[in-house]
Each structure stands twice: as C-alpha cells, then as structure tokens.
C-alpha cells in the first residue's frame, strides 16, 4: 500500500481543505491513533473532514460506522455534534468501518491508477464516496430498486416503494424521480417477463407525470406486445394529444391504421 502514502488528502476525498484547518494543533481533540489506510500522521482536523464528506456522501451519523465508547473530556467531539453518548472514533466494532476502509483503498486506487491526468479534484474530477453513493449506504438507482421490488414482492411493494423514496428523497441527487425514470423502470420490469407491474408502474408515472406522452408511448408498446390493438391505439392517441408533432407516435399510429 505504500503509493497510499504519497496521495494527497484530496486524493481520499476529493476536497480541498482550507489551509487554516489543515494546520496543525488547532483544536479538536488528541491525534488519531487507529489510522490503517489514511496516512498514520494525519492531523485529526483532516481526519473529520474526510468524515464529513462520508457522513454527507452515504446519507448518514456517524454512529453509522463508530461505535459508542466512553472519550474522555476533551476526546471525541461528542458524536460529531450529534447530541447523545460519545462515540469511540478509534475503536473497530461496527463492520461499516472497516468496509469503509476497504472504500478508501479503492477510491484511492481508482484515483491513483485509474484517473492519474486528473488534476482538479474541486472541479469533481477525481471518483469520490458520493460519485457512487449520492446519499445512500448502498449506492442504487431507482430502476435497480424497482425492477429489484418487483422480482421479489410483486407490483403493489414497488409502487408502495416509489412513494416511500420519492417522499425520503424528492429533490435530493439519491434517486431520480424525473419523467423518463419509471418508464425507464418499467421497460426493466417489461424485459423480465412482468408485463403487469410494468403497466402499473406507467400507471404511477401519470400520477406524478399526467402530461407525459412518453408515459403513454411506453404504455402503447407494452400493450402492443401483449396483443392488446385497442389499449395501444387508445395510449397513442393519448400521446398524440399530448404531443402532436412526435414522430415516433405518428408512426405507431400509422402501423396500427389509424390516421395521426
Ligand atoms: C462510512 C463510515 C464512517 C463514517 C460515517 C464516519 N467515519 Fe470516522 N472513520 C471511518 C474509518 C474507516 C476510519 C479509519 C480510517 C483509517 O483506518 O485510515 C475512521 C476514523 C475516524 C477517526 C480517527 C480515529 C483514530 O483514533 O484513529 C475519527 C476522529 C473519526 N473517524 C471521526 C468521525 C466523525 C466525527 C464522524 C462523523 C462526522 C465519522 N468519523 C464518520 C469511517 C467512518
Ligand atoms: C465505485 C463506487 C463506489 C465508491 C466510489 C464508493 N463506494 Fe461504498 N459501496 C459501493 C457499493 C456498490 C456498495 C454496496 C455493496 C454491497 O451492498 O455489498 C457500497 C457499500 C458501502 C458501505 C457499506 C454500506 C452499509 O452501510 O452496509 C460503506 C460503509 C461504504 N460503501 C463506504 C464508502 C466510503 C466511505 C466511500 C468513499 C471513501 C465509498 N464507499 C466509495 C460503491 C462505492
């Protein structure tokens, strides 16, 4: 692990840290004195920046990978701010720490060997915790998580999951909730022989999307796979009303022998 050693800290985080903070001795608390895969000397201020970036970038406290522990006055800041029993930040009992440092091996390893041109970490062009993760501990997209829903509990648990993130997580970068995304899901779903929990997941999208002629494009497919003439003219006009001018509708239109 000794290229480990050479890395900048922007390297681990892909942030730069104002030189104020990363002077030495100021504030907050005793040295680290469990560092395995950060550099052993590593002043502690850079030690919680990095922490803070992990914190932010997997959606969690730091509890999620600390243990509690007793610190000393003048040890630990209490659980980063959190309120509650202080956590014992060089103690290894919860397995997330230590997968953690598995993460930093390999995001210093991308960075490292595969990204070694890029030279401007404040811009984003180094791989960081959040390039995968946007907010949760295990990184997901919203696809994944749906056609994964379906495949196990049926169609009725992904929607009830779609309304449970899109209430945890509208407007943050976790999931995206945009037009396109259920039907991208639902084509997903379609692909694994589902072609009802595909269908109601369109439904979903006109709840949210009720002027989306994707929506009603992608529902005409999957109606016309399944035989369905009637449903997919009735969804294509729908479309058409929606959007005059959108040639692919026009052509399904046609095929079907109905005048666009
Ligand atoms: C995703 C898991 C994770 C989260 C969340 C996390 N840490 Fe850590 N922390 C680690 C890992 C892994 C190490 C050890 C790094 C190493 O071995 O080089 C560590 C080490 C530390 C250390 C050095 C301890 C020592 O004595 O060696 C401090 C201090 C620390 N963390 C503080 C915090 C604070 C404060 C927070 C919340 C703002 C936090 N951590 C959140 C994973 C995490
Ligand atoms: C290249 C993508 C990628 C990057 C970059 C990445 N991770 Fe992960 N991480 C994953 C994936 C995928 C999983 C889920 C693995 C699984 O479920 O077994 C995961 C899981 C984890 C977990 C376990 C989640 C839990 O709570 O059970 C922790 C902790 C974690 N990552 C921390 C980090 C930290 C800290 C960083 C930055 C140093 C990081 N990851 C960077 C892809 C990544």
Redesign the pocket.
Known sequence: MSFLRRLSFAAFAGVAVPALLVAQGRGG????????????D?P?QQ??A???T??A??G???????VEGTTPAGG??P????GGPP?D??A?G?P??????E??KMVADINAKYLPTATNPAAGDRVT?ETCHHGL?KPATLRGALAGAVAAKGADSAIALYRDLRTKYYGAAAYDFSEGSLASAANEVARANQRPAALALLKLNLEFYDKSALTYQTMAQLVLQGGDTAAAVDALKKASALQPNNPQVRQMLQRLGVNP
Not at 30 to 40: D, R, S, T
Not at 79 to 82: E, H, N, S
């Open positions: 608390g005793e040295p680290p004195k469990n560092l395995q895969v950060l550099p052993k590593m502690r030690v919680t990095i922490m803070n992990f914190t970038a997997l969690v406290r730091c509890e999620h990978c600390h630990a800041p659980g980063g701010g959190r956590l930040f060089s290894d919860k997330q720490k230590a997968v953690a440092r993460m930093l915790c501990t």
